[in-house]
């Protein structure tokens, strides 16, 4: 499967943006997603993941109450939607697919996009 990653952009802290990730090539609704993130001098961390079904979710507790994970299968569309967005929130924001279970592990994601650029000015 390919994955383009899109919406990023500037914004000011408690801003929103939604990010979408557009997969192609295999079945998009046989896989796990998640989405990932990437500060400056910083380690990969998980963001938040979503069952096959959409009926599971994870999220990290740095996001939780403020970003949802959504999928659209008819679409072959995955959603990050960002809400009051803080200063450290700024990241390059990648969305990934995993065949197994879905798991906030980036070693369980074999397919990544390319990443989105999401900057919060405070």
């Known amino acids: 499967v390919q994955l383009q990653a899109s919406g990023g952009g500037l914004v000011t802290a408690g801003g929103s943006l939604r990010l979408s990730c557009a997969a192609s090539?295999?079945?998009?609704?046989?896989?796990?997603m998640g989405w990932f993130r990437q500060a400056p001098g910083k380690e990969r961390e998980s963001v938040a993941a979503?069952?096959?079904?959409?009926?599971?979710?994870y999220y990290a507790d740095f996001v939780k109450g403020r970003f949802t994970i959504s999928r659209d299968d008819a679409r072959n569309t995955l959603y990050l939607q960002m809400n009051l967005l803080k200063p450290e929130d700024t990241a390059v924001y990648y969305c990934a697919a995993a065949p197994g279970y879905y798991s906030s592990n980036p070693l369980r994601y074999d397919y990544w996009g390319q990443g989105t650029l999401v900057t919060v000015s405070s």
């Open positions: 979503i069952s096959r079904s959409g009926g599971g979710t």
């Open positions: 090539g295999r079945t998009f609704s046989s896989y796990n």
